[in-house]
């Protein structure tokens, strides 16, 4: 059974920082490709950022490109969202995802992902 715990979330002043954590337990060692996804109050889930698993590849919406990082440490199964230089538009509900081989869809896609967190609250206040 896999599950996803995201961590971290919270309120903060724009231009500030946090730091989502989301561990993932009952994954078996293969190459997901593991996602953040956010969805602010009235909108769609849209992708924020994606990294591939053993292949060090990430990719990231434009919105957020260049003040967030995602990472991973494969030795305890813990995805990270960097974000910094936080703006009020960033304020929203952010979810992980974990999407086993062989990808289904585009990265930025949330029907092509299996497995879900239950989410973690960020609201940046200006």
């Known amino acids: 059974q896999v599950q996803l715990m995201e961590s971290g979330g919270g309120s903060v002043q724009a231009g500030g920082s946090l730091r989502l954590s989301c561990v993932a337990s009952g994954i078996p060692a293969r190459r997901d490709r593991m996602a953040w996804f956010r969805q602010a109050s009235g909108k769609e889930r849209e992708g924020v950022a994606v990294?591939?698993?053993?292949?060090?590849?990430?990719y990231y919406s434009s919105s957020v490109q260049d003040r967030f990082t995602i990472s991973q440490d494969v030795s305890t199964n813990t995805l990270y969202l960097q974000m910094n230089s936080l703006v009020p538009e960033d304020t929203a509900m952010y979810y992980c995802?974990?999407?086993?081989?062989?990808?289904?869809?585009?990265?930025?896609?949330?029907?092509?992902?299996?497995?879900w967190g239950q989410g973690t609250q960020v609201t940046v206040s200006s």
């Open positions: 990294i591939y698993t053993g292949y060090s590849s990430a």
């Open positions: 995802a974990s999407d086993p081989p062989p990808y289904d869809g585009s990265w930025n896609d949330a029907r092509a992902y299996d497995y």
